[in-house]
């Protein structure tokens, strides 16, 4: 069962800068790492519907952000150390909202998967708070 805890969130003002880190684990009983799945970032803010952010396919070498955060985050990823990143910059107090982290197991290498339907395992999320 594939776990994923997300870290780094906390309290910014506005253009302030965090990196969120999505730590996978949980690999010995599948025989799977982390470069067998798509990963996304979403995140839900208050009393909004939940949106997606980024998503970087398993080799790392295609991704692609939301409009509304496009030139500000970037997705990233180290499958050495099946962990996945998101660095915020110029943050917004729009950008207010818990951000979670989601896995799809994929055969297919240079793909990503835009709707939160598609990921079967979710971490539990980190909170990201910025101030005007």
């Known amino acids: 069962q594939l776990q994923l805890v997300e870290s780094g969130g906390g309290f910014v003002q506005t253009g302030g800068s965090l990196r969120l880190s999505c730590a996978a684990s949980?690999?010995?009983?599948?025989?799977?790492?982390?470069?067998?799945?798509?990963i996304a970032w979403f995140r839900r803010a208050p009393g909004k519907e939940r949106e997606g952010v980024s998503y970087?396919?398993?080799?790392?070498?295609?991704?692609e952000h939301a409009d509304s955060v496009k030139g500000r985050f970037t997705i990233s990823r180290d499958n050495a150390k099946n962990t996945v990143f998101l660095q915020m910059n110029s943050l917004k107090p729009e950008d207010t909202a818990v951000y979670y982290c989601?896995?799809?197991?994929?055969?297919?290498?240079?793909?990503?998967?835009?709707?939160?339907?598609?990921?079967?395992?979710w971490g539990q999320g980190t909170q990201v708070t910025v101030s005007s």
């Open positions: 989601a896995a799809r197991r994929t055969t297919i290498f240079s793909t990503f998967y835009r709707h939160a339907s598609a990921y079967d395992s």
């Open positions: 970087i396919s398993r080799s790392g070498m295609n991704t």
């Open positions: 949980g690999f010995s009983t599948s025989g799977f790492t982390l470069d067998y799945f798509a």
